[in-house]
């Protein structure tokens, strides 16, 4: 209940807080069908799906560092080491480059693509010559093709700097401008990979005891890698697409949770779809305020944010497996 509370501060401080800052019982009153006319502008048209972009991209990244801690059974794992940012901004960017694509809502079906691609490659990759990948070997590969596409990426942007003006700010993590258009396409992906994760995450307890023991409690571990797989590429896809490579939320807040709540991986997972979008929508208001009236992008404030949160983290005696 504590962690439902501070989701809908954290919503109706989003709904507060900005540019034009709007007094909580105005926003009360708006919401319920009154209100002034720049009020219901300010609401309906830029933060409602500002604030619901970031919900989405939370629940989405939240879930998917879980299944991702849990499936290579390290907690410091992150969804990005199977390429889906890395796929997301490179297909993002072909965009750019040979199709003149400028507008965000124009990115999103390219960097789902693009996250999906690249995904599937790593795991066949991961998987050459042995039937199954492990966990090892697509952390490899996925870091492997990251590095290439984002040393690619990088070099097709620096090439043509006026061309990439409209990606600079989605490549940064943000949720500026995020409307309707482009929400809807990824929202389908969305609860399909919350459903896919739901269901493997029974098997990921028998898992994170090790493969041998968890095939001896009746667990079926290639349907499980291949859930998992599934439901990362699915969430953070659409997590990336819409709002671009927010880094550390998926890695931060399982963590936290796992931290705070026990190694229960779907207590971790229930729990990581409340945390993860109060980190997202507070770090977004925090963007709004530290320079204002300029923003600065939710990607950088998390990163700030998540970087210090992890290294102490880090350094717990307990932060190396997930048993």
Request: proline content about 5%; hydrophobic content about 60%; some cysteine.
């Amino acid at each position: 209940m504590t962690l439902v509370c501070l989701l809908v501060l954290a919503v109706l401080l989003s709904l507060a807080v900005g540019a034009n800052p709007l007094p909580p019982g105005l926003v009360v009153d708006t919401l319920s069908g009154g209100g002034t006319d720049e009020a219901r502008y300010v609401l309906n048209d830029l933060r409602i799906p500002r604030t619901i972009a970031g919900v989405v991209a939370g629940v989405a990244l939240g879930v998917a560092g879980a299944l991702i801690q849990a499936f290579t059974r390290n907690p410091l794992a992150d969804p990005g080491i199977l390429g889906v940012n890395a796929g997301a901004a490179f297909a993002v960017a072909i965009g750019v480059a040979v199709l003149g694509l400028r507008d965000v809502s124009s990115f999103v079906w390219l960097a789902f693509l693009g996250a999906l691609v690249v995904t599937v490659g790593v795991y066949v990759i991961g998987s050459a010559g042995r039937g199954v990948a492990d966990p090892i070997r697509l952390t490899l590969a996925g870091v492997a093709v990251g590095a290439v596409l984002s040393g690619v990426t990088t070099g097709m942007t620096l090439s043509n700097p006026d061309a990439f003006d409209a990606m600079r700010s989605w490549n940064a993590g943000s949720l500026l401008g995020r409307g309707i258009d482009v929400l809807l396409p990824v929202l389908p992906f969305v609860a399909i990979g919350l459903l896919v994760a739901a269901l493997v995450a029974p098997g990921l307890n028998a898992v994170a005891l090790g493969e041998d023991v968890a095939r001896a409690q009746g667990a079926n571990i290639a349907a499980i890698r291949v859930g998992v797989i599934v439901a990362v590429t699915l969430l953070a896809g659409s997590a990336t697409a819409v709002a671009g490579p927010i880094s550390f939320v998926g890695l931060m807040v399982p963590h936290v949770v796992r931290w705070v709540f026990g190694v229960d991986q779907r207590v971790i997972l229930a729990t990581s779809v409340v945390v993860a979008p109060v980190i997202i929508l507070l770090s977004d208001v925090l963007g709004r305020v530290v320079i204002a009236p300029a923003e600065v992008p939710v990607g950088i404030v998390t990163a700030v944010i998540g970087a210090p949160v992890l290294i102490v983290l880090a350094r717990r005696r307990n932060a190396r497996g997930l048993r």
